[in-house]
């Protein structure tokens, strides 16, 4: 069974940090492109940063450059998602997702094959 489950969320003032965890299954995690997007009510899901499957390349959302770094532990499954500076703007349900490794740094939702069940994320100003 096929598993990628989101935590971390919660509350967070503007300007302050915030890091979200995703642990995934074992067997397909290490060969996998792990993304984080976010989505608020009403909106389409949004793109905010993906990681290869060696963590040796990364991309992020303009929106978030420079402030969010996601990396990843191959050894423990885990991909992170380190947010800085957050911004009111921020708030959102974040989710992690898994695509195959082939399918590169991708920012298409319908890239992902896996989807955790997200994390709530709210900055207050």
């Known amino acids: 069974q096929v598993q990628v489950v989101e935590s971390g969320g919660g509350w967070a003032q503007a300007g302050g940090s915030l890091r979200l965890s995703c642990a995934a299954s074992?067997?397909?995690?290490?060969?996998?492109?792990m993304g984080w997007f976010r989505q608020n009510a009403g909106k389409e899901r949004e793109f905010v940063a993906a990681?290869?499957?060696?963590?040796?390349?990364?991309d992020y959302a303009d929106s978030v450059k420079g402030r969010f770094t996601i990396s990843r532990d191959n050894a423990k499954n885990t991909v992170y998602l380190q947010m800085n500076s957050l911004k009111p703007e921020d708030t959102a349900v974040y989710y992690c997702?898994?695509?195959?490794?082939?399918?590169?740094?991708?920012?298409?939702?319908?890239?992902?094959?896996?989807w955790g069940q997200g994390t709530q994320v709210t900055v207050s100003s």
């Open positions: 997702a898994a695509a195959p490794g082939i399918r590169g740094l991708t920012p298409t939702p319908s890239s992902y094959d896996y």
């Open positions: 990681i290869s499957w060696s963590g040796g390349h990364t």
């Open positions: 074992q067997w397909f995690f290490s060969t996998y492109t």
